[in-house]
């Protein structure tokens, strides 16, 4: 990550990260997960989306699902005002790690947050 800010090197690609939010619903209430665990998403991005569906969209569906959607940008292009919708709506909070050591500290902020004391 480091390098990525040094050299400001561009991220190009299909990025669908509402398929990733869907898939990670598909985990976390399947079949073999823990009925009563405390389900937890983060979606690490530079949030540049290009393919499927809005993803606050598909993030207030994981929240409806029993999820909660942290969202952690990085780079200096970073859509962080999209990121921040999808957090929003997925009952989460976003974080933007502008170096390797904030995104550090942004993995054990998250650790440290209290489990929701109820998602309907």
């Known amino acids: 990550m480091d390098n990525l800010y040094r050299y400001q090197m561009?991220?190009?690609g299909g990025t669908?990260?509402?398929a990733g939010i869907d898939q990670a619903v598909e985990v976390l209430t399947g079949r073999d997960a823990r009925p009563h665990a405390f389900k937890v998403m983060i979606?690490?991005?530079d949030g540049q989306f290009n393919q499927g569906r809005k993803l606050w969209l598909a993030s207030a569906d994981a929240a409806t699902?029993?999820?909660e959607v942290?969202?952690?940008t990085f780079s200096n292009q970073a859509n962080q005002q999209d990121m921040m919708a999808t957090?929003?709506?997925g009952r989460g909070i976003h974080f933007h790690a502008?170096?390797?050591?904030?995104?550090?500290d942004i993995f054990q902020e998250i650790a440290r947050l209290p489990a929701a004391a109820s998602i309907e």
């Open 87 to 89: 957090a929003t709506a």
């Open 43 to 45: 979606v690490m991005t």
């Open 98 to 104: 502008p170096d390797g050591d904030t995104l550090a």
């Open 16 to 18: 669908n990260i509402s």
């Open 10 to 12: 561009p991220i190009a």
């Open 70 to 72: 942290h969202t952690v």
């Open 65 to 67: 699902a029993g999820s």
